[in-house]
């Protein structure tokens, strides 16, 4: 239901070259993507994935659409079967794709396509180190990334890992979208810190829409 009663209108902060944070711009769904997450989460669950080197990460994970993100002994990989089920991913909801297409848009990428959605829980004390999203074949698809739920501190650097962070609070509805170049910009969420939030709890969600097949091979 779009929210009439706090007057809050969503805003557009640029971040970086081809990186925009899009404030607020998912409240007007909370709800209905917290309905859709609990569906997708009933198919396919949450897990804390285990990375190629042994550590098991803080950030319980599931995906739906096409492809979906996951580890194995071998490294990271997208596979359209969930390891844990040995089923496809639940379908993309619409009202993911819905929002990724508007918020993508917004952001001057409207021809994004995405195949894959990540989901991510963090509890107190989960966070996500420095990365690059590297795993995709086809680096011209912008990444679209939602936060719902408690405050997190994003932190976004450049090319190189030891570039200097930014660090910015994401907020509940909030969608950060980076591209083009700074694609390959080293980024990861900082250790989440104790709260409450009338719709998700005692934790934060994200989704991160990519595109990590071939678009031609679709
Ligand atoms: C990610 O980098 O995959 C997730 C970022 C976030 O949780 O906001
Ligand atoms: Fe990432």
Request: with cysteine; hydrophobic share 40%.
């Amino acid at each position: 239901m779009l929210d009439l009663f706090s007057g809050e209108q969503p805003w557009q902060e640029p971040l970086a070259p081809g990186a925009v944070i899009l404030r607020r711009f998912a409240l007007a769904q909370d709800n209905a993507l917290m309905n859709a997450i609990a569906q997708v989460v009933s198919q396919s669950p949450l897990r804390h994935m285990v990375t190629p080197g042994g550590y098991t990460m803080s950030v319980a994970m599931t995906n739906c659409g096409h492809l979906g993100w996951t580890t194995d002994r071998r490294g990271y990989l997208y596979d359209p079967v969930d390891p844990l089920t040995q089923q496809p991913w639940p379908a993309m909801p619409t009202v993911f794709s819905a929002l990724c297409q508007l918020a993508s848009e917004a952001a001057g990428y409207p021809d994004f396509r995405p195949d894959a959605c990540l989901i991510n829980r963090y509890a107190p004390g989960a966070k996500l180190s420095l990365h690059q999203d590297k795993d995709e074949p086809d680096l011209r698809a912008p990444i679209v990334s939602v936060s719902l739920g408690l405050p997190a501190i994003f932190q976004f650097g450049g090319l190189k890992r030891s570039d200097p962070l930014k660090r910015l609070l994401l907020e509940h509805g909030d969608i950060v979208v980076w591209g083009g170049e700074s694609r390959l910009f080293y980024h990861g969420i900082a250790p989440l810190k104790n709260g409450y939030h009338p719709l998700t709890g005692e934790c934060r969600y994200n989704l991160t829409f990519r595109q990590a097949g071939n678009s031609e091979q679709k």
